[in-house]
């Protein structure tokens, strides 16, 4: 009797051992490469989520797309958003592989703050940084808005839903002394709001975009354009409490403007979600680099790997951080 409790207990032991090696076997092969077990072949098609059609994000992307689906042999596509902070939920919600975002936003929802409060996405990883994105309050000479104090009351367009924008609208006006309760927010995307300044239905609108956008540009072909200036004190104090702003200007004779303006911006970005490979993570990332040079967008000059991974607050996509290795070494 002794002796079949031995056996029996040998053999349970022996089954306990077998199955948490099978378990350790399974987790093992989740953390090798990207940490999903894909490989590129189980890829067909790739999606680039950008913005609004008249922003800097979709004028760039279709041109990527090619770049990526030449040097990867992956069909990929450039699609319309609402930008930022959707293109980061739908990452978050499989719906897309890659997309534009800002880099402040991309901060926030790795944290679960802001606009993410309490919803964290910790299934995005960095390619790299592309370039400043200026942040201009954009209105008409007809208007007479000059300074921030003069939007109280006024009809003024803070973003489409889901944006980056309305975070720079929000924390703009609050260093100069106001909240969305002292304007008429309108949620508007780029072309909404030039085609609500041409036709006086709103009077002043944010658009976070590289300079010059060609929402604006296409405004001051039938109109006098103002940008409104932020000033050296504003941006400092702006930039202490929030560190991911960068002063900029925007040069005279951009939009028709007769001075440079001084204002601020954030940087623009590319992430992508971390099922993808490291082997075609690396092959992206290499596709957008290696082609910026040719890039017909005055943007194109700025993307560059010496600087892919200034202002980065998120992880970086191992294949990405191959690519940086070999080229900045």
Do not use: W
């Not at 009351?153 to 973003?159: A, C, I, L």
């Not at 929000?170 to 309108?186: F, K, W």
């Amino acid at each position: 009797m002794k002796n079949s409790k031995i056996r029996i207990f040998a053999f349970i032991t022996m089954i306990a051992m077998l199955v948490l090696a099978a378990c350790g076997s399974d987790d093992s092969s989740k953390g090798s490469g990207s940490g999903s077990g894909k490989k590129k072949e189980d890829f067909k098609y790739l999606s680039i989520l950008t913005g609004g059609t008249q922003g800097t994000y979709y004028s760039l992307g279709g041109a990527l797309a090619e770049y990526i689906d030449s040097e990867t042999g992956i069909k990929t596509t450039a699609e319309v958003s609402q930008a930022s902070a959707a293109n980061m939920t739908a990452l978050k919600e499989n719906k897309a592989e890659i997309a534009f975002v800002q880099t402040d936003i991309a901060y926030y929802a790795s944290k679960g703050e802001m606009m993410f409060d309490g919803e964290v996405v910790d299934n995005v990883s960095a390619i790299g940084a592309l370039y400043p994105e200026t942040v201009h309050l954009v209105t008409l000479e007809k208007t007479g808005i000059k300074t921030f104090e003069d939007l109280k009351g006024k009809r003024v367009s803070v973003g489409a839903p889901g944006s980056g924008t309305y975070a720079n609208a929000e924390q703009l006006l609050e260093v100069h002394g106001l909240t969305m309760d002292d304007i008429q927010p309108q949620n508007l995307d780029f072309g909404e709001s030039t085609d609500g300044l041409q036709s006086g239905q709103i009077d002043a609108a944010f658009i976070t975009a590289g300079s010059p956008t060609s929402a604006v540009e296409g405004l001051n072909a039938s109109a006098q354009v103002y940008v409104v200036p932020v000033s050296d004190e504003k941006a400092d104090e702006l930039i202490s409490k929030y560190q991911y702003y960068a002063k900029d200007v925007i040069p005279a004779g951009t939009y028709g403007l007769a001075e440079e303006t001084p204002t601020v911006s954030v940087g623009a970005m590319l992430v992508v979600q971390n099922d993808i490979p490291e082997d075609l993570g690396y092959e992206i990332t290499k596709a957008i680099y290696d082609n910026a040079s040719k890039l017909q967008h005055a943007k194109g000059k700025l993307i560059k790997a010496e600087t892919g991974l200034d202002g980065i607050g998120i992880p970086v996509h191992p294949g990405a951080q191959k690519y940086f290795d070999e080229v900045n070494k």
